[in-house]
């Protein structure tokens, strides 16, 4: 029980002294390729490329469902 009790004090006490701080930047990024992929035989999703002022290229997914229209501009959060 001592031991038990020992390791629950120990992980509390480390689990709590760094804050972490998260940084990033949010950036207009501009929908240029709408593809379909099926990463699930079951689940078809939209593969999304959104580019920014920089010409960096972002992908994320999306439902098929989600109706999105290329040129499209969006806010994207961005790790410094």
Known sequence: MKTILL????????SCSAPRELQAEMVNAQ????DTVFRYADAPKQLLTWRDNNRVNYVTYAPLNNPFLVGERMVVLVKR
């Open 31 to 34: 929908l240029v390729k709408i």
């Open 7 to 14: 390791v629950a004090i120990v992980i509390a006490v480390f």
